[in-house]
Every structure is written in C-alpha cells, then in structure tokens.
C-alpha cells in the first residue's frame, strides 16, 4: 500500500530497475572538475514498484476517458484513440527533426494537409502550425499585429483592447508583445458594450482580441459593426480559437472580419489534454499578415514534393518560436481526427455542440437555477450563477463544484468569466449522451436540495475522493515545493 | 456521425425541451450574412482503418536507417513501461489540475519531478514545465530580467549568449523576448568552439549571461570561469542544460562562486521520442528567492482538512488567470503529459540507469569519432572535450554529402553551414548509447564511400 507515500519513500538503498541498466562506457576523456562529485539523488525502486506506483497515481485522476468533463471554454470531448494510434506509428515517433527534406515528405504532406483543413474552416489564406499551445498562438498573432504596424512604421499604436470577459491570457499575450491591454466591458445581454468600445478605439489601437463565441456562452451579434469600426480605425482583428468548437463548419472566422486568429487543436480537433498539455495552437492570417508569419511552414513546390518555409523565404516573418516544429505529434492527432470527420463530421460537431449545452441549459433553468444571460442562445457552452443559492444558504459555486466531484462528474469552470458572480461555466462537448447530460442535470438539482437541507454536506464536499479539501492557503505560506529527502 | 452519439429520438426529445423546431434555429442569433461558408475544400470523411492505413504509409515514407543527428533532439532508449503508463486515459485525457481533489495523480507526480530536477540541476525549485527547450530559454531571459530589475549599473535591454547555444533555442528566445524591448547579443566562441571569456569581458553589464553546457558542438564549456566573470558584471546566469548529461556532469548549483541562478533546457532526453521535435518539454529550475519570478504551474504540498497530506497548484498568483495583464508569463497549457513521461522515465533509470545512458552515448560518440576520422581528409574541428556530439570536419563542404548519405538511409549528422558558414565543411554527428558498432561500422564505409575514398 502506497498511499501518500512518494516514489521516494518507497525506495531503498541499492534498489533499481536494473533491466534499464545500458551497457556503461569510459569517461576518462572528460575532465574531472566539470564531473559531478556525487550522484544525483534519485528514486531507487523496482520497476514493478515504479509502474504500481503511477498506475495508482492514475487512478487518483478525473479524465475524460473515466468522467464527465463538462470545463467550460476547454472542449472536453471524447480524445479518439484512432489518431493517438495513428500519431504513434514508429515512421513519425523516430523521425529527427533535423532529417533532410528529401526523406521526410510523408511528414511534410501530413503538415501540408492539415494546414490545408484548417485554411479551409477559418477562411484565411496561410496557416502556420508551429505554436505549441493557445497561448503561444495568442502570442504569434499580437506578435505579428506589432509587426504589421511596425513595418508601416505606425508605431503610436500602443493598445490591444480585450473585453473584460476575455481569458487571462489575452491580457497577459498583450503585455508580453510590448503592449497595454485595455479592457472594456461586456453588457447585459452578454455582448460587448458597443458605447464603451467605439469610446476605447482610436489611433492607439493596435487590435483587438475577441473570442467569439465569447467566453460569456453566447455569440457576439455585432461583431461586423466591432470589424468594421476596428478597422476604420486601422486597427487589426484577433480571434481567439478557444472557442471555435461551437461553429466549426458553420461560421468562418474570415467572414467575421478577423484579420488573424489561433486554434486549440486540443479543444477543436480532440487531440488530448494531456493533465495539462501538450496542445497546439496553429495560427491563420489573411494576406495582410502573410509575410509576418512565424517560420518554419510547409509548402508544396512545383514538382508536387514538399519543402519547409524559413526565414530566407519570408524576411518579415516574426521568426521561429520552437526548438523545432512544434509539437509535431498534436498536429498529426489533429489531422487524424480531421480525416475521420470530413466536412460533414465538422459540420456536425458545431451543431451538436450547441444542441448538447442549450439542451442543459434548458434542463438546469427548468430545474431552477438561474441562467446569466436567460434572453441568449447558448453556443457550445453557457453560464448558470449560483449568486442566490450562496446569499440564501452560504453555500457558493465552488461549493457546488466540489460536491459534483462525489457525484463523479468533474467541474465546470468556476468563477470564470469574473464578471458574473459565483458561476459555473457549463460545456458538454457533442460527444456526451443526453442519459450523462440528464445524469449531471439531476445531480445538480439534488446538491441544490442539499443546499438547503443540508448546507454543511455541500460546504465540506468532497466527500468521497482520496483527500478532502486542501489548504491552499499553508500551501502558498509554508512552501513545500519538492526536493530529494534528506 | 463519428463520435456523435446522438439517436433521432434523443434529437427530437432534446429540441422539444429547448423549445426549439431544428438545430439550425440554435443558431439563429448568428447574422444570416455570415453562415453558407463552402467549406468543401475538405474532403470527406473516412473510417479509422482507412485513415490508420493512410496515416501508416506517410510514416513508412519517412523510415530511415540509424540517426547519427542530436543538435537537441536524441534517439536514447525508452523503458517499455514510460509510455505504457503515461497513455492511460487517466493522464492522458485529464485536463490542469484545478480541481486538486479530482487530480492528486497528475499533482502528488508533478511534485515528485519536481524534486527529481532539483536533485538533477542542484537547484532549489523547479517549475512544471514549458512548452520546449526554445521557449525556456525565452522565459529565462524574461525572468532573469525581472530578476535583476533592481541591480545597480545592469542593462536590462539586453542579455549575453557565451559561446555556441542551440541557434533555434537562441533564435526563438530572440523572437519571444524582442517584443519587450531585449535584445539577445550572441558572443562569439574562441577557436577551440568553447565560450571566448574576452568577448564575454568586453560585453559589457548585460541583466544576464546564458552559457549552454555541453554546448551546441557538444562540447565542455569552463563554466565556472563564465559563472564568476557574469557574477562579477552583476549579471545573472542562466544555465541551458541536457538533463541526461547532468546525470555525469556537475551540476549548475555547483557551477562558479554560488552556481548558475536560472537553469533552463529541454526535457526530450528524458523519454521523450524525437517524433519531429515534439511534443517535448522544457524545464526551468531557480534558487528558491527567484520563485515568484518563475513562469508556469508550479505544485506544492500541503495538507487537507482532516490533515492528510495532499498536493495542489500554489503561488498562483504569478499566473495569467489570477494576473492577467501583470502575469509573469501568458502560458497557460503547455506539456503535462510529457513531464509524466519523463518522471517515470526518471523513476525507472534512477541515478545508475541514468549515468550508464550517459557514459554509454559519451562512449559511442567516442567511438564514431575515432571511426570517421580515421578516413583521410576527415577531422575532429575542436579539440576541446565533448560529451555525446562532436563536430567532424569533411574537408569538402558537408551539406551535398550528408544529403547523399541520408538517400542511402543513413542521417550522418547536421550539416552546420547554415548557422555557421565559417563550418561548411563540417557536420554535428552524435551517437547515443543505442547506436551499435555495426552502425558506426557502416556510417564510417559510407563516409568514406561518398568522400571517394
């Protein structure tokens, strides 16, 4: 039994998996004074004890493949084992990224393809697949929004403005391109506050990033006249892919009027989250911002074969932000789960996105929780408040949040988007049933009852799992950030 | 509908519950003008065996014989059991930890590789990883100077590359940090490929020093000497380091007067396949004063209510969800999965596992050193000690060769004309302890075959 215990304290002096021990070689070439004096401190366990001990780690996680996952703005959806499969083959897991050209053209068409798919479902001219996550993807287009303007030599642009429900990253992306993010806010209705926007944009504005669905759950409605109005001002439109999963094969970003744009492959294309990655965030622009485009991209030449794209092609490009091609293995994931879509499949997957979230939305609201924008469509996901049931029985989203883990699903977004008090941010994906949509719909319903039965039950949930509430607060005061023992 | 599950009857039951007539008024809030995109430049869609059989062929296209290539990205063994456990659907498909109840598996394993890199670098704290080698090299300089903001006479505008460090570490660092007003000075190396401490004098009081051990030719830099000098300049140093290599060599904690103050590198070593370069994993490790300053997750123990012990994210607020605009860093996702490939690889070798990896590759590459140069015309460039790649000096330029070597199957190395033209001649070659002598046995004959020789 090995519970709470690390892999080191199970170890013990002298023990190894010596099945891993390769034959060793002479180091008397290097000089002793860059050797190490003493080895490093390491586990030393069996290899049974070391592959017992993180299949039990394992179990102690919630995951798709175990739970319902319904995180809101993160796309949760089914991870197809076909393309893990497919991503796992010998031929693409032992290709060096350094192998020439000439011999990594079945690599190279896989690249081209999904470049491809992904110009075609967001509208836009060229595609870049190098960003390792939407973050990186938010950082390759604001990268290039500065440098679009600095090559025109309009550098009195200093602001990217960002609606107050944005993710934190899209501030965060602002500041690290040399930028000030100025928030603006959303209104009642869910939509950004046209009078506050038309006040925030001028010849200081660099662009705008917009998420669209928004974080909000629903979809800007004016996002023309916020194109058109962005524009006059000579400013450039970001889209931010996180939530690209509730049109796909509906509505293109391009015919929205973004000028540039990320996709989360790991929401939209299924590949798997990974506890926290790997993803990918490819980026698309129109031709405005073509010749920015970070390096390297594939294209196909004359003769049909496929060459990569650096920066000997494309000077003004904002240059290479990986060791190498990203995160190569995602973006085969993607592609094969794009195969096994086609277009219709895609079509499909923003349609019964949209019917999964308004369908529990409609359950929650009839089961009597208040919904934060009750006149709106939900788009792929939707926001219910729990601001009553916190004032009526102190019992708070997070509470909630924590009482679903013992009903087994995981939790929707808490607190996100700050601007709605203790909400739940609620995304089924359109791989869930409607019996598991029905299943957290009654679950909800009777926390609710608990709620007012029993508030203690709720306010000390989980009850359940391996531990119960931590202290994050010693956490933070008493830092215990790892070490070797002793 | 490949994933869908949905039957007609639940369509219908779930429409009349929405008080909806069809699934296209779901979307009647969306401006007509915008919907009837074609998107039939995608084709249609396929069964999985069709798309495993297609998928298979383009891997098969690219099967080459041995990789003699590193410059980064190394074809080391993997024990069986890392990827059998890191695919379980339960890291594979969970998401961030928020909820640390639901995730003590992926948290209790973060802290656990934590306290593996601390024991491998001689650092303090490590952070949970960032997206690759380039990126955390990018995300050193940016906290290095912020690090160092208040230190007297430094120039925060720029930071110091010592010798020969990864180009497209160096270049992506130069992409990510130019945006806020840093620039990254690349120094040049002496004539024996190590770090020229004259050039690292004359550069001035730079916010910090990077130096790269073994460097990009695989060679042992003085990096006490480059420790001391940065120190002196009030610069901060930022060690950019193989973590297998460390498992041999001092590590930076050790390195000059009080070690290196950041150590960065990437994780791929580690049991991470080459696949293309990625998925990998770069790391981060600081001196525990520097904490706040570090990007990205970062997992600490604590305890529960009933007083367990327990595991969770901390210091949280350094981060882009609580900060926003004021965040030390946009990341956000990055690569989980990866640092629990590694932690077990990490748990399986242990020390001893890890040294013979090391010692063993260190041995091979000797041993292909002394087979290709053994060939007339063929010459180590540098005479400095390497550690598990070397430059090899064709006499001839290097570029048509290795291209016709890797039309026989064969990857000979990186040809280095494109990052150094003074270098066309000459290719980085390495050979991990995987290679065999009958490979460095035929990497020699087709050497020596394509020199006419």
Redesign the interface.
Known sequence: MTA?K???DIGRTGR??AS????????A???S?????T???????S?LQ??R???G??????????QF?P?GS?T?????R?A????S????????????A??????L??LHDLQ??L???T?MAAVSLTP?????G??TGV?MI?AYHDARGDRDRREIVVPSAA???N????????Y??REVAVGADGDVDMEELKAAIGKHTAGIMLTNPSTCG??E?R??EISDLVHDAGGLLYYDGANLNA?L????PA??GFDVLHTNL?KTF?T????????AGPVAVNERLLPFL?TPWVERAENGGYRWVDETARPQS?????????????L?RA??Y????????????G??A???A??LM??LR?AGFQLAYPD??ASHEFIITLRQEAKQWGVTAMDF??RL?DYGF??PTTY?PLLVAECLLIEPT?????EELDAFADAMQRIREEAERDPELVK?A?HS????????V???R???????PG | MPFIPHTPADVRSMLERIGAASIDELFDEIDPALMGADFGAIDSGVDEMTMLAELAASARQDETGPCFIGAGCYDHHIPAAVWDIASRGEFLTAYTPYQAEASQGTLQLIYEYQSMMIALTGMEVANASVYDGGGALAESVLMAVRANRRAKGVDLHHVAIAGACHPHYVDAAASIVRNQGIAVDRLDFGRDGQACLDALDAAGAPAAVVVQQPNFFGLIEPVDDIVRIAHERGALVIAVVNPLALALLKPPGEWGDRGADIVCGDGQPLGIPMASGGPSFGFICTRRSHVRQLPGRIVGRTTDRAGRPGFTLTLQAREQHIRRGKATSNICTNQGLLVTAATIHLALMGADGLRRAAAGSHAKTGRLVRELTAIEGVSQRFAAPFFHECVIDLGQPADPVAATLADAGLLAGLPLERYYPELANCLLVCATEKRTEAEIARFGTALAGALGR
């Open positions: 709470g690390t892999i080191y190894s998996a891993q021990h390769t034959p060793s070689g002479d180091v070439a290097l000089p004074a860059c050797l190490r004096s080895p490093p401190q390491l586990p030393e366990v290899e070391a592959v001990h993180y299949t780690l394992s179990a102690k996680n919630f995951a798709i493949d175990r996952y995180l993160c949760m959806k089914y991870n197809p076909g893990h499969r497919a991503a083959q010998p031929g693409f897991l032992n290709r060096h990224p350094l192998a020439p000439t011999v990594s053209q079945g690599f068409a896989c491809e798919v110009k075609a479902v509208g390792m996550a939407g973050a990186q938010e950082f990268a500065r993710h934190g990253t501030p965060a992306t602002a500041t690290m391109c040399g000030t993010a629903v979809f409605r996002i023309l049109i094969g509906k509505v293109r015919d929205m790991h299924a798997p989250h990974g506890g926290g990655g790997p993803g970070p904002i240059g290479r932000l990986s060791a190498f091609m990203g995160n190569a293995g995602i085969l592609l094969a794009a195969r096994m879509l086609g277009r219709e499949g895609m079509t499909r997957v349609e019964y949209t019917l999964n308004n369908y409609a359950r009839d709106r469509r949040a924590k883990l995981h939790a996100f359109e791989t869930e049933t409607k000390t989980p799992l391996p531990i119960e509430r931590l202290d994050d010693k956490a933070a008493e830092l215990d950030l790892g070490g070797p």
